[in-house]
């Protein structure tokens, strides 16, 4: 089992910039994939980025390219998310997520992600 635990969300301006930090319990940490996703209200859960267990390879959707940057520290059993520039529609839930192995082109998929944390908000004011 794994416990993954966010934090650093909160209440930014629009260009402003937050880094949210996922902790990882319970499991070697260098054998996990991660992954962060969003959840706006009233609509679905997706992927925002995604990163390889050793963190030599970073996936993002198309609309954070470039704003945001996933990293991890193997070593502190951490992996963050830096958020620059941010918009309004980048008001959401944000989640990290983790898997075993490698994902290939699956990495966006929700359900190849095995463990979840609890969310932790960002709202981003106009």
């Known amino acids: 089992q794994v416990e993954l635990v966010e934090s650093g969300g909160g209440l930014v301006q629009t260009g402003g910039s937050l880094r949210l930090s996922c902790a990882a319990s319970g499991r070697t940490f260098d054998s996990l994939a991660m992954g962060w996703f969003r959840q706006a209200p009233g609509k679905d859960r997706t992927i925002v980025a995604h990163i390889t267990t050793n963190g030599d390879s970073t996936y993002y959707i198309d609309r954070v390219k470039g704003r945001f940057t996933i990293s991890r520290d193997n070593a502190k059993n951490t992996v963050y998310l830096r958020m620059n520039s941010l918009e309004p529609e980048d008001t959401a839930v944000y989640y990290c997520?983790?898997?075993?192995?490698?994902?290939?082109?699956?990495?966006?998929?929700?359900?190849?992600?095995?463990?979840w944390g609890q969310g932790t908000q960002v709202t981003v004011s106009s």
């Open positions: 997520a983790a898997g075993p192995g490698y994902f290939g082109f699956r990495w966006y998929a929700a359900d190849r992600y095995s463990y």
